[in-house]
């Protein structure tokens, strides 16, 4: 049974950081792709970043250059590392992962396993 459990939101003054963390289990196999993904009230869900071909990263453009997704193997643990925060950043974060080939674009459907959330509030 995989599961994904997130944390390391919090409420945060425009500007600042956060280092958000996701714990993975239950995998039996090696390659799994992660990636990150956030829905602010009364939208859909927006993929934020993830990894494909191995380690190579891509980035939703609006969180390019302030947000570092990586990852620790020996722990399991994904992490999501964002900087110069915004008040339009603000927005439940979502672990996600899927066991097979890794895509390069940042899409719901290419996820199976879903965390329940993190919440990330950014303000002015």
């Known amino acids: 049974q995989v599961q994904l459990v997130e944390s390391g939101g919090g409420s945060v003054q425009a500007g600042g950081s956060l280092r958000l963390s996701c714990a993975a289990s239950g995998y039996t196999y090696s390659s799994v792709c992660f990636g990150w993904f956030r829905q602010a009230p009364g939208k859909g869900r927006e993929g934020v970043a993830t990894?494909?071909?191995?380690?190579?990263?891509v980035y939703a453009d609006s969180v390019k250059g302030r947000f570092t997704i990586s990852r620790d193997n020996a722990t399991n643990t994904l992490y999501l590392h964002m900087n110069s925060l915004k008040p339009e950043d603000t927005a439940m974060y979502y672990c996600a992962s899927h066991i097979g080939y890794c895509y390069s674009d940042i899409r719901e459907p290419h996820f199976s396993d879903w965390g329940q959330g993190t919440q990330v509030t950014v303000s002015s």
């Open positions: 990894f494909y071909s191995r380690s190579r990263t």
